[in-house]
């Protein structure tokens, strides 16, 4: 763990419940223990108005995932909700076309 990250969970608090409760409803039960302690590497920088993704490790641009990624689609309410987990690892949180996010601190 990054000392120099904070936890998704911490600034965004109401998407980590939802993603909890997400992944317990697809049977990820690992997952919705994992994304507790998920930290916030990067807001994604596409530039996309639909875009909220984040990025939970910090990766050189470009370079796939390779072996042992999966992605998870979730079923949310509204939007799409999906996670790239590489080796039970969560990499990546994609938040598209959904309401915008309430963070806890302007950090």
Same mark, same amino acid.
């Given at each position: 763990m990054n000392p120099n990250h904070r936890l998704v969970r911490e600034e965004f608090p109401e998407l980590v419940m939802?993603?909890?409760?997400? +992944? /317990? @409803?697809a049977g990820?039960?690992?997952? @919705?223990i994992c994304v507790h302690d998920v930290q916030l590497a990067a807001l994604c920088d596409c530039g996309d108005d639909f875009c909220q993704s984040i990025h939970t490790v910090v990766r050189e641009p470009?370079?796939?995932?390779?072996?042992?990624?999966?992605c998870v689609p979730l079923l949310? /309410?509204?939007?799409? +909700? @999906?996670?790239d987990v590489v080796h039970h690892r969560i990499q990546y949180i994609e938040v598209l076309h959904r309401p915008p996010m309430r963070r806890t601190s302007s950090a």
């Open positions: 939802e993603l909890v409760s997400l +992944l /317990e @409803a990820e039960h690992e997952l @919705a470009g370079v796939p995932y390779g072996q042992g990624h999966r949310p /309410e509204q939007g799409m +909700l @999906a996670l």
